[in-house]
């Protein structure tokens, strides 16, 4: 759902390397649902399980996972992951000078547009055309001062 590069590691205390564990089957069907891969082979637990895993997107370029030596109870799993980082556009971005707004004129020229006349005349205008009017005359305002 998420079009972002996504890794999943840590230990998952779920004997995947078990043929027999249900738990192990349910978190392989659901990372094959997603089109997500485990990379990590070999126990990472003392006790000869693999329960240290590295998950990601199956087109994640991930390589050369290899299970380390035992840090404790769990062995360190190393891993290259390839990023390729996304060349920002260069966007040209305009903006008014606020601070050059002279409250005083603007109201002024406010007060004395379509906006402010007469209230009857909105009486037979939709919603629609109202809010082009608005629209219309904040925008030439703006652009006037």
């Not at 998952?12 to 043929?19: K, S």
């Amino acid at each position: 759902m998420f079009n972002c590069p996504m890794i999943i590691c840590g230990d998952f205390n779920i004997h995947i390397d078990g043929d027999n564990d249900v738990h192990g089957a349910h978190l392989a069907d659901v990372l094959q649902l997603f089109d997500y891969v485990q990379h990590v082979t070999g126990p990472t637990h003392k006790l000869g399980h693999t329960l240290d895993l590295v998950i990601t997107r199956a087109d994640t370029d991930v390589s050369d996972v290899r299970v380390g030596d035992m840090v404790s109870d769990h062995a360190l799993v190393h891993f290259t992951l390839r990023s390729h980082k996304s060349t920002d556009k260069v966007q040209s971005i305009t903006s008014r000078a606020w601070r050059k707004l002279s409250m005083d004129t603007f109201s002024l020229d406010l007060a004395a547009s379509s906006l402010c006349a007469d209230p009857d005349m909105f009486n037979d205008m939709s919603a629609d055309e109202m809010a082009q009017l608005y629209r219309s005359v904040m925008t030439g305002l703006l652009d006037k001062h």
